[in-house]
């Protein structure tokens, strides 16, 4: 499975991402998480209204990253998470 994320949105003081995954069409929220041996990001999907009222007023986001990085919102993820799951950072 090729998947190709394009980060558009950039808010590194609130560390977090909106984008679009290039193949699909799917809009997502990233957030960077850690499992003690690796850094990597966990993107969960967005519809396109949400993207642009993110995209717009990023600030609006920040209650839905920090679900996100509650695990509140699992079933949103575009990538499943394997057995060493890492945490937010």
Same mark, same amino acid.
Request: with cysteine; glycine share 6%.
């Given at each position: 499975?090729?998947? /190709?994320? #394009?980060?558009?949105?950039? #808010? ?5 991402? &909106?984008?679009?995954? /290039? ?29 642009? &009222? ?12 920090? #679900?996100?990085? #509650?695990?509140? &919102?699992?079933?949103? &993820? ?12």
């Amino acid at each position: 499975m090729t998947i /190709q994320f #394009r980060d558009i949105v950039v #808010r590194p003081e609130h560390m977090f991402t &909106l984008g679009v995954e /290039q193949i699909s069409g799917r809009f997502y929220v990233s957030i960077p998480v850690s499992n003690g041996m690796v850094d990597y990001e966990e993107y969960y999907e967005i519809d396109r209204v949400t993207f642009d &009222l993110f995209s717009h007023d990023p600030d609006a986001a920040l209650p839905f990253v920090s #679900r996100c990085r #509650r695990r509140e &919102l699992d079933g949103l &993820l575009i990538i499943p998470p394997g057995t060493n799951r890492g945490a937010a950072i």
